[in-house]
């Protein structure tokens, strides 16, 4: 079992920056791969990054490349996701996921636990 805990979201104006946070309790977080996705009001769930178990492996949605950076830190149970040069587009509640398996995934269905979300606001 894994817990997730999402935390680092909230308003702010474009052009600017977030950095989320996804503790995760238990002893075995490095036998999961993470990922963030974010769901905006209508819309299905977006895949938006992922990070291999190790850190060295990282995919990115084509609408953040460039602007979001995945990453893990192992001592910590945590992963983040560095948000930059944000658009109202970017609107949403994002949560994290964990796959039990060594690399991530751009797929919902293939993660096994999820974290509560949390929102992000980005005014124009």
């Known amino acids: 079992q894994v817990q997730l805990v999402e935390s680092g979201g909230g308003l702010v104006q474009a052009g600017g920056s977030l950095r989320l946070s996804c503790a995760a309790s238990?002893?075995?977080?490095?036998?999961?791969?993470m990922g963030w996705f974010r769901q905006a009001p209508g819309k299905e769930r977006e895949f938006v990054a992922t990070i291999s178990r190790s850190g060295g492996g990282t995919y990115y949605g084509d609408s953040v490349k460039g602007r979001f950076t995945i990453s893990r830190d192992n001592a910590r149970n945590t992963v983040y996701l560095q948000m930059n040069s944000l658009k109202p587009e970017d609107t949403a509640v994002y949560y994290c996921?964990?796959?039990?398996?060594?690399?991530?995934?751009?797929?919902?269905?293939?993660?096994?636990?999820w974290g509560q979300g949390t929102q992000v606001t980005v005014s124009s």
């Open positions: 238990g002893r075995t977080f490095t036998t999961y791969s």
């Open positions: 996921a964990a796959r039990n398996s060594r690399g991530g995934s751009a797929y919902p269905h293939d993660y096994d636990y």
